[in-house]
């Protein structure tokens, strides 16, 4: 069974005790912590949304990719496009083509840059300093990417697509950040209540995909939606750790939030789990009744919710059980 570090040499960001190799649980714990996340699928009155691979979008989004130019530099990110198209289909299914493309983009080379951050860290710790200072990047696909996301600006008011931007540019600087962490060895101090939080809030993009549910053309008041963006953004983190942990425990992940939250409250990762996944429940209701005089703002965020649920029971990073994940599908 999975049990609290007896060691905390680190604040906040440890490396994985399987060293990358899957390991295994108890079954009694493997069954709590799936119970947990079916009973959070469920009480958000979960239905699975249609979903099939567009094909038309893959081939718009490897065209745009390719356009780069950049050769084999691509190679590493286009592994992650399918993973991102299907974010923008599932989460975003009546945002305009063009959009779904560079959400699915977008997110495809945000997943490229978690998976090779200790390999270009130098890179992604400069990418702020040279985006706002226009400025060449230091890797090729960065550099693509610093200049696609303008793009939002296109399908989002000035403020939304200046959120975006900033979100993914917080989240490459967390990445930055948790890796900083893995080369220090700084005793926990068990005052720093609010370290997970400030870490699981820089580097969750949580803000991206919350204001992505509502583009100019479909939602042109901001005033309609903007006070449900921070419960959205709870949601969206919290709901991720609820379908997240599964696989962390399986990998012995001892960075996530409920591992780093366990360490300063000195509570066991689970109970930890129990509160995050209480705390995303009451998030998504709260959401849903800041936008209950907004129709169209609340069907965004509900078709987000149920498309951001199947987006984590298929995709295979997650793993959870096949047998597990039939009482979800259709």
Known sequence: ?????????????????????????????????????????????????????????????????????????????????????????????????????IIGVSTGIMAWMDSVADTIIEAMSEFQRRFYSRLPQLHPVLDRYANYMPKLYDHFEPYVASAMIMSSCSFIDGSCLELRALTKRLPT?????????????????????TFACFPQKDHPDLVSYIQAIPEISIFTNFMNDVLSFYKEELDGEQHNYCQMMSRV???????????????????????????????????????????????HLNVARYRFPAAWKAQFSE
Do not use: C
């Not at 990110?77 to 959009?99: E, I, S, T, V």
């Not at 101090?189 to 995909?209: C, F, H, M, Q, T």
């Not at 689970?270 to 069907?299: F, G, H, M, T, Y």
């Open 1 to 101: 069974m999975a049990t609290q570090p007896t060691e905390a040499d680190h604040i906040g960001v440890l490396p994985s005790k399987m060293n990358g190799k899957a390991g295994d649980l108890d079954h009694a714990y493997e069954n709590v912590i799936l119970d947990m996340a079916a009973s959070s699928i469920r009480a958000l009155d979960y239905s699975p949304p249609p979903y099939f691979q567009d094909p038309a979008l893959k081939l718009a989004a490897v065209k745009e990719m390719q356009s780069w130019n950049i050769g084999e530099s691509l190679d590493g990110a286009m592994k992650y496009l399918d993973l991102g198209l299907a974010g923008a289909q599932l989460f975003y299914p009546a945002h305009d083509f063009d959009l779904k493309v």
């Open 189 to 209: 101090k068990k005052e720093a209540k609010l370290w997970p939080n400030y870490v699981r809030d820089i580097s969750g993009v949580a803000a991206y995909y």
């Open 265 to 311: 409250s000195e509570r066991p990762p689970i109970s930890v789990l129990e509160d995050v996944a209480r705390e995303a429940l009451s998030s998504a209701k709260v959401a849903e009744q800041i936008l209950a005089d907004s129709p169209a703002a609340l069907k965004a965020f509900k078709d987000y919710v149920r498309g951001y649920i199947r987006w």
